[in-house]
């Protein structure tokens, strides 16, 4: 229903209605009911016109009728209006009194003014005593002018009447102001539900215009896979899905590849289909359209429960993330480009260490020793820039070793730098502790963790490692007591090219590139690691080594 057809209903309720309206509304029952007895009467007893007291009632009747549509009613006084019933009183006591000899029941013409006192509203006491007076001056005003001497008999045997229109007088005033009350609370509620009502639009649009200054394409969906919401940034995606043949393509129709840019997504592992069926996932990446205007897109979906814990719908966003792609293959062409610049200077490196180790007898112990841990680390440095520069050729050579052995090389060469901040370095492994592993990559991942540790405690501190056997696993822990990490610094410690605020506030060097490889390289071993931290409180980091021989995680040469 429209809001003007609403109105129209709203005007023609009678209390909507202009005030000379009401009135004539109210006095066109006993009008209509006086027509009818006239020709009644003309049909029946026609000699009943020649009384002078019916006629004077008639015409008395037709003026107060004629009274209600002239009279300006909405510019007098609101309650002038009440003088109409009263007129009424004295009409209907003339029309009783001369239809006596036709029609005895004449006075329940009362019943009209009664009511409309009643139900006015309006001074509910003295309608119902005014509905009492009025029909006693109507039964007694013939008794008392009939000249003859009045008995209290007389009085008091039509008295029923009157009695009968103060009890109807009475039950209309109650149903009047109950209705009146009812009346006043829906309108209490329909001013409650228009203003609601207007808030639901306000936050609809306020949400409508959220949706549409994201730049994130949000659709939603219901548990049949119909859409319900898409904001316009979704509905800009949508068209570069579609094929230039097709104006309005259904899902299934849409161009939509996976992260190669070439596999068409079958049908049931297209996003929207794969929330539809219940499914919640996190940054799955596809292609959205063909050839140079194809987008790549990151899409999560998060599923809708109703109160029954059904599926009820899902909604899903739509990240346009080319640029940032883009934006990481320019990084990682750049680091590609500087770690080949670095070939160099550590093969000059390496290579005058060696001449200089190849006579290592004849130099003091101190410098062979010094020598022999500047050789060592510059080999794993030459490790890590061909890692940068083939990450997925990193070769993994399990032998037996004694892990106790790798921990006291690592913090043998990290005790300059520890010295440096004031840090003091505990070793509490107690060898040996044999294990299969690749012990330059392991090795890599000690001097990543210890290193670490020493950076991040600037104002001194300890570092301790740890580390022992359980099961048939090696369990190892790095912890200090630096500067740590946030709860959100923590979720991103593993990522690519991340540094943490404090870091990069007091100019810590590094890439923000250790804490990835050294993920991989205890993933590459069947491992796991991870780490708890608070901040001023330092981090411990936890990692875990199968002691047996395995190939899960192992990256061959490419």
């Not at 500047?374 to 890692?387: F, H, Q, S, T, Y």
């Given at each position: ?23 004539f ?35 008395m ?52 003014p ?26 007694w ?19 029923l ?54 730049p ?40 939509l ?10 049908a ?52 346009d ?20 610049e ?10 005058y ?57 690592s ?33 890599q ?52 090219f ?34 708890q ?21 192992v990256?061959?040469?490419?």
């Open positions: 229903m429209t809001q003007s057809s609403t109105d129209g209903l709203v005007q023609r309720h009678f209390h909507a209605r202009s005030l000379r309206v009401r009135v509304l109210s006095q066109a029952p006993l009008s209509l009911t006086v027509i009818l007895m006239v020709i009644h009467a003309g049909a029946v007893f026609p000699q009943i016109f020649s009384n002078p007291v019916f006629a004077t009632g008639l015409w009747h037709a003026a107060i009728f004629l009274l209600c549509l002239v009279v300006p009613w909405d510019r007098l006084p609101h309650q002038a209006f009440l003088v109409i019933p009263y007129l009424d009183f004295v009409a209907v006591g003339f029309t009783r009194e001369g239809s006596l000899p036709y029609a005895t029941s004449a006075g329940l013409l009362m019943l009209f009664v009511f409309w006192l009643s139900a006015s509203g309006m001074a509910r006491k003295t309608a119902v005593l005014s509905s009492l007076l009025g029909t006693l001056l109507i039964i005003t013939p008794i008392l002018l009939a000249g003859t001497p009045v008995t209290a008999g007389q009085l008091s045997k039509p008295l009447f009157p009695f009968m229109m103060a009890g109807f007088s009475l039950a209309v005033v109650s149903m009047t102001a109950s209705l009146d009350r009812q009346r006043l609370a829906v309108l209490a509620m329909d001013v409650q539900l228009r203003a609601a009502l207007d808030a639901s639009r306000q936050r609809e649009r306020l949400l409508s215009t959220v949706l549409d200054t994201i994130v394409g949000l659709i939603v969906v219901d548990a049949q896979g119909h859409d319900q919401l898409m904001n316009s940034t979704q509905q800009a995606f949508l068209t570069l899905a579609g094929p230039d043949h097709v104006e309005d393509p259904a899902e299934k129709d849409l161009l590849f996976g992260p190669d840019k070439v596999t068409p997504l079958g049931e592992d297209r996003p929207v289909r794969r929330a539809a069926l219940g499914e919640s996932f996190t940054n799955c990446h596809l292609w959205v359209g063909s050839g140079d205007q194809a987008r790549a897109f990151s899409t999560t979906a998060r599923t809708m429960k109703d109160p029954n814990g059904n599926h009820d719908g899902a909604v899903i966003a739509f990240h993330i080319t640029d940032m792609l883009a934006a990481l293959a320019a990084k990682d062409d750049f680091v590609a480009r500087v770690s080949h670095f070939r160099t200077p550590l093969s000059s490196i390496l290579g260490t060696s001449l200089i180790m190849d006579d290592a007898q004849t130099l003091p112990s101190e410098i062979a020793s010094s020598l022999a841990v500047i050789e060592r680390n510059a080999e794993r440095l030459l490790g890590l820039v061909n890692d940068l520069l083939a990450a997925k050729s990193m070769t993994y050579h399990p032998a037996p070793t004694d892990f106790a052995q790798l921990v006291a090389h913090l043998a060469a990290a005790a300059p730098s520890a010295t440096t901040n004031a840090v003091t370095l505990h070793n509490s492994v107690q060898g040996p502790l044999p294990v299969i592993v690749d012990a330059g990559r392991i090795g991942v000690l001097d990543n963790l210890i290193s670490n540790a020493i950076k991040y405690s600037p104002d001194g501190g300890t570092v301790t490692v740890r580390a022992w056997a359980e099961g048939e696993d090696l369990l190892c822990t790095i912890q200090d007591t630096g500067i740590g990490m946030n709860g959100a610094e923590q979720a991103e410690a593993f990522t690519k991340f540094r943490a605020e404090p870091a990069l506030q007091r100019a810590i060097p590094g890439l923000g590139l250790g804490l990835l490889i050294t993920k991989s390289i205890v993933e590459m071993h069947g491992g796991t690691i991870g780490l931290s608070a901040p001023q409180d330092g981090t411990t980091i936890r990692f875990t080594l199968p002691q047996s021989v395995s190939t899960h995680g990256l061959q040469d490419s």
